[in-house]
């Protein structure tokens, strides 16, 4: 990964008894990082030496939090669930390492692997990138936010933009008496320069507070679990932003001082008591359509991605995850995920305890065992069925196995469709039994004739497990998931199956962690450790992206949404304003106060109406891009559409009501008093 520790040191490679902290762990354990070395540890059964301290926010590849890191052990290493990371050299490509790494693998003991694995493929990717190698979609995520930020201050840009030109109308009369009074070309840009960077500066510096509040609150909602290596503002993002704001004010006072430079003294200075031309409100009338076309674009985003998540979260999974709780247990007597028969009567003794606790503890309760969890935990063997050469591929992959106790089905919420359910009865009887998924039923026995039919896990000569029931298909891994392969099997009929974990469920909101966490400490003997989660929060680094996208999107939209509904506002009071004099002959012709406010809010309404259309063009447009990042969702959703528009053009209306309330109240003969 490129860490260099703190302090102390990295391990050597197997090096027993070794263990890195993290930076937080040894401050609050030791008080310093110093401390926190060769201090003693027990890492479940193995004492072991603190030899060094990760840096503040290192994580590895992932952005959960990172207590410990301990080192492999060499007899551990022939387990084939591991996952591999390696830094290619500056001088090495991808393609030849992932030749070299094949090479090793098919030079590897064959017989040490399942048939599965000693044909497979080698793959790599990045860390930012999925297992084919494609950009992950949190990292486009961040990306497209990184490019909405960048189309706010855009926004906000030309919204100055316009007002500092509205302002320099006011001022044209002042600036005609400068230059006709001999004020030079520097001395009129360096007054403009002056003034927008000061305008540009007090922004920055007022922006400060308000990114360290937000920073902080996006942190603390959104991504609470992750170890962050610095403050939300920090040196290099007051670099940036101290740059982006003396660019920002040199182009908008470069700008106004070219428009400045530009009066005709002589002709300004008769005309400047006359009505400007209309091209200066087209001019602004045409920044405005800008905004608003960039705020209807990330709008329109911002509603794809609420919708995405919505869909995300109600999403079917076969699984009730809001509601089952996993529960790992430790005891410094039983190894940890592989102690055998003692840790299985460890969690055995859990679940009697919590099923014969009082009726209505904790929330109309159940209880069961489990080793391979949806989302936790997997485990995959080899599958063969009598009369098929080999089994048919499902697009989810598989087979993977599930080794379940009685009453699992119930607790976790998978409804077994036909057929019937794991029982007491067969775990106590030993009875080769299993329970497949809809899908597997589907793809094995096309014919409907699952129930009944044998199939053979492990190796073709192994004995049969009779199919007595048909599940609904459950997620493996993910909401982002076609049908898998899935097998359930009794629990202590397969031997070679380790690391068992408790699913309990409640009603929902009838059971919280530590409760349950101090149930199962008083109720088991024995047990030292016990960590309780709820089984949906296993998903929380899925669902992040969109979590984060619907959030973000919808912040920024909204503020830039503002912006342009202001842009609309200060231009159509603008040019009511400057069009005083004609609304007054309007008025004195005869034309009727709705008349007027309907020539403004034309004019309002028009230019939102244009900017939507665009808006929503540059998204379709752009929907190659949009749609591997959004979930179950079309870019052209008429929903969301729908809904983004018609809430657009009313804000738009919104914001030439009181433009044309004050074009109506003109009053024509002290307009054109006032111009004579």
């Not at 902080?216 to 679990?225: H, I, Q």
Request: aromatic share 6%.
């Amino acid at each position: 990964m490129g860490m260099q520790p703190a302090a102390g040191r990295l391990p050597a490679v197997f090096e027993a008894g070794a263990v890195l902290i993290s930076e937080a762990v040894a401050i609050a354990e030791y008080g310093s990082a110093g401390a926190a070395l060769g201090q003693s540890v027990r890492v479940a059964e193995i004492d072991a030496t603190v030899v060094g301290v990760a840096p503040a926010g290192f994580a590895g590849p992932d952005l959960e939090r990172v207590d410990i890191w301990h080192t492999l052990d060499q007899a551990e290493a022939g387990n084939t669930n591991w996952w591999i990371a390696a830094r290619l050299p500056d001088t090495g490509s991808r393609i030849s390492a992932m030749a070299e790494a094949q090479t090793i693998h098919d030079a590897t003991d064959p017989g040490r692997f399942f048939q599965w694995a000693r044909d497979g493929r080698v793959a790599m990717s990045g860390v930012d990138e999925d297992p084919t190698g494609e950009r992950t979609v949190e990292t486009s995520i961040a990306v497209l936010l990184l490019a909405v930020v960048a189309l706010v201050l855009v926004i906000s840009w030309v919204n100055v933009l316009n007002l500092l030109y509205a302002r320099m109308a006011r001022r044209e009369g002042e600036i005609l008496v400068r230059v006709a009074l001999g004020i030079g070309r520097w001395q009129l840009i360096r007054l403009m320069l002056t003034e927008c960077l000061l305008l540009s500066l007090l922004g920055g510096a007022a922006s400060v507070p308000v990114a360290y509040a937000q920073g902080a609150l996006v942190r603390d909602v959104l991504l609470p679990d992750v170890a962050w290596a610095s403050s939300t503002v920090n040196v290099q993002l007051l670099a940036v932003t101290f740059m982006v704001v003396l660019v920002s004010g040199a182009l908008l006072g470069l700008l106004l001082a070219r428009q400045a430079d530009r009066a005709d003294v002589s002709r300004g200075l008769a005309e400047s008591r006359q009505t400007p031309g209309g091209a200066r409100s087209w001019r602004q009338t045409a920044l405005v359509t800008g905004q608003i076309t960039l705020s209807a674009a990330m709008l329109l985003c911002a509603g794809l991605f609420v919708k995405s998540f919505w869909t995300m979260r109600v999403t079917d999974l076969g699984i009730d995850a809001e509601t089952v709780h996993v529960v790992d247990l430790r005891s410094l007597g039983v190894g940890a995920g592989g102690g055998g028969e003692a840790e299985e009567q460890l969690y055995a003794e859990a679940v009697r305890a919590l099923r014969e606790a009082p009726a209505g503890q904790s929330g109309g309760r159940q209880v069961a065992m489990a080793i391979g969890l949806p989302f936790v935990t997997g485990f995959g063997m080899s599958v063969y069925v009598d009369g098929l050469d080999e089994i048919p591929e499902l697009p989810g992959g598989g087979p993977f196995i599930h080794v379940v106790s009685d009453g699992y089905f119930a607790t976790v919420g998978t409804d077994i469709m036909r057929g019937e359910a794991i029982s007491a009865l067969h775990i106590a009887s030993e009875a080769q039994v299993t329970v497949i998924g809809e899908s597997t039923a589907a793809a094995l026995w096309p014919a409907g004739n699952a129930i009944g039919q044998c199939a053979r896990i492990g190796g073709p000569e192994d004995q049969c497990y009779e199919v007595i029931g048909i599940a609904e298909d459950v997620h493996q891994r993910g909401y982002r998931e076609p049908p898998s392969m899935v097998f359930y099997l009794p629990f202590g009929v397969p031997k070679q199956f380790f690391g068992p974990s408790l699913v309990v469920r409640s009603s929902r909101g009838g059971l919280t962690e530590s409760a349950l966490a101090a149930e199962i400490s008083r109720a088991v003997p024995g047990v030292d450790y016990v960590e309780v989660r709820r089984l949906d929060t296993f998903l929380e680094a899925e669902i992040r992206p969109w979590k984060l996208g619907a959030v973000m999107l919808s912040m920024v939209a909204v503020l830039a949404i503002i912006m342009s509904l202001a842009g609309v506002f200060g231009v159509l009071t603008y040019v009511v304003a400057q069009r005083r004099r004609e609304i007054g002959v309007r008025m004195a012709l005869g034309a009727t106060a709705g008349a007027v406010r309907g020539l403004v809010l034309r004019r309002g309404v028009v230019t939102g109406i244009v900017g939507v259309a665009l808006g929503f063009a540059a998204v379709l447009v752009g929907s190659r891009w949009l749609t591997p990042l959004l979930f179950e969702t079309p870019v052209g959703d008429p929903l969301v559409m729908g809904l983004t528009g018609l809430g657009l053009v009313l804000s738009s209306v919104g914001a030439c009501l009181l433009p044309a309330v004050q074009a109506s109240r003109v009053d024509p003969a002290s307009s054109l008093r006032a111009d004579a």
